[in-house]
């Protein structure tokens, strides 16, 4: 009983804390069509990107594979911190 009696007590939200709150979700709501936009750009990117490499990588990646050596699997190995090193033979 006492606690209903609480509960009757405590007063109604005033119009301004109700304006306040329906301020700051209009900026989420704003703030979050903004992220959605932004999201839209990088992945409309991203597939042009995607697209370039598909039609042009082969090409660039034969013209470059002479710039780099090979490297034997076994003269590899991982350091603690996940990095791999490779070890020339001596």
């Known amino acids: 009983m006492a606690l ?3 509960r009757r007590r405590k007063p109604a939200p005033s ?3 109700e304006r306040d ?3 700051r979700f ?5 703030s979050i069509d903004a992220i959605a936009v932004e999201i ?4 409309e990117s ?4 995607t697209k370039v490499m598909s039609d042009r990588g082969p090409a660039l990646v034969s013209a470059r594979s002479s ?3 090979r490297v034997d699997p076994q003269d590899t190995k991982q350091s603690p ?3 791999m090193h490779i070890h020339a033979a001596g």
Request: charged content about 40%; proline content about 0%; glycine content about 4%.
């Open 40 to 43: 839209e750009r990088v992945s």
């Open 81 to 83: 911190d996940g990095h």
């Open 46 to 49: 991203q597939r042009f990107v």
């Open 26 to 30: 209009s900026r989420l709501e704003q």
């Open 4 to 6: 209903l009696a609480l």
């Open 15 to 17: 119009r301004e804390f």
């Open 67 to 69: 710039d780099f050596e």
């Open 21 to 23: 709150v329906a301020d």
